[in-house]
């Protein structure tokens, strides 16, 4: 190697110093404090001018009294929030049940055995019905008619809520059951058709049978694909939850309802649906950063 050679080596392209953002990484940096700070301009700007417009309203006086009342308010959320863990038992209750339920109809959906057929028969019924039907009505159905047929006579307590065997603290949870297992089934169906059928003949030229590769290749990666969907299932049963209190169970909506009749305010309401959000909220939050975090891990992208 002559002495050029060597000088050639020696004037390379500068290293990185470690902790030094590079051009690109410092205009992209610069651009993303930048949107930041529009964004957050034009937000502050249109919700000033929303309340602004509110308050400024001739019935806006009325309105606060009656929805937003801060005595009223003061006094009705502690109490409202010692019920939120009815409405927290009762989801409880229901989910392990709604998925269990949910997953048996979406295998029966998918069945490819032609002696099975039946069941795909009572799947495709089953939740065609319950989507079709409004929960609230399947409550009442359930609810109130049910308990008219005395299956069983007697006291029978029920995962801690007490009561007889047709209390609504059994029916309500069980209409609840019945009409999301619909949706979950099909969240189910839908992530086990996507699925590759490229999956299922590599498990079978393994001789893996038909069940092995159900549960061994199949459900694991159709579980996996469909939690952000699941989970915004869920979400909407923490608030229907609030639909039982139509069978007379007492709970956050129900205690509201209760105080807003005897005061002729309407802030309790506004309470109750406090709670709700922040209940729900973090929820939402935790769903989002789980889809961000599956987008980016499965396709590199990162949704902001």
Same mark, same amino acid.
């Given at each position: 190697m002559t002495e050029h050679d060597e000088g050639a080596d020696n004037v390379s392209a500068p290293s990185r110093v470690p902790g030094q953002l590079t051009r690109r990484e410092q205009w992209l940096r610069r651009r993303r404090r930048r949107s930041a700070t529009v964004a957050l301009a034009s937000t502050a700007l249109?919700?000033?001018?929303?309340?602004?417009?509110?308050?400024?309203?001739?019935?806006?006086?009325?309105?606060?009294?009656?929805?937003?009342?801060?005595? !009223?308010?003061?006094?009705?959320?502690?109490?409202?929030?010692? &019920? /939120?863990?009815?409405?927290?038992?009762?989801?409880?209750?229901?989910?392990? /049940?709604?998925?269990?339920?949910?997953?048996?109809?979406?295998?029966? !959906?998918?069945? !490819?055995?032609?002696?099975?057929?039946?069941?795909?028969?009572?799947?495709?019924? &089953?939740?065609?019905?319950? !989507?079709?039907?409004?929960?609230?009505?399947?409550?009442?159905?359930?609810?109130?008619?049910?308990?008219? /047929?005395?299956?069983?006579?007697?006291?029978?307590?029920f995962l801690g809520f007490g009561g007889a065997w047709n209390s609504p603290y059994l029916w309500g949870p069980i209409a609840l059951v019945l009409a999301y297992s619909a949706y979950v089934a099909e969240v189910f169906r839908a992530g086990i058709e996507s699925v590759h059928e490229s999956q299922r003949a590599g498990a079978r030229s393994l001789g893996l049978s038909q069940t092995q590769t159900l549960r061994h290749v199949v459900l694991p990666q159709a579980v996996r694909r469909v939690i952000p969907p699941l989970m915004n299932d869920f979400l909407s049963l923490q608030k229907d939850v609030a639909l039982l209190s139509i069978l007379g169970i007492v709970e956050v909506f129900r205690r509201a309802t209760s105080i807003k009749d005897k005061t002729f305010n309407f802030t309790p309401l506004v309470a109750a649906a406090v709670i709700f959000l922040v209940l729900t909220i973090p929820e939402t939050r935790l769903v989002d950063w789980y889809t961000n975090r599956q987008r980016k891990r499965t396709s590199g992208t990162v949704i902001t």
């Open positions: 249109t919700f000033g001018i929303v309340i602004a417009v509110v308050t400024g309203s001739s019935g806006w006086p009325k309105v606060k009294a009656l929805f937003f009342d801060p005595a !009223r308010f003061k006094d009705d959320f502690p109490e409202l929030l010692g &019920y /939120l863990w009815v409405d927290v038992k009762l989801f409880l209750q229901c989910a392990p /049940l709604i998925i269990i339920w949910g997953m048996v109809i979406a295998l029966c !959906r998918n069945t !490819r055995n032609p002696v099975l057929f039946p069941l795909r028969v009572f799947a495709a019924v &089953y939740t065609d019905f319950f !989507r079709g039907v409004p929960v609230i009505l399947t409550i009442y159905l359930i609810g109130f008619g049910i308990p008219k /047929l005395k299956l069983i006579e007697g006291d029978v307590h």
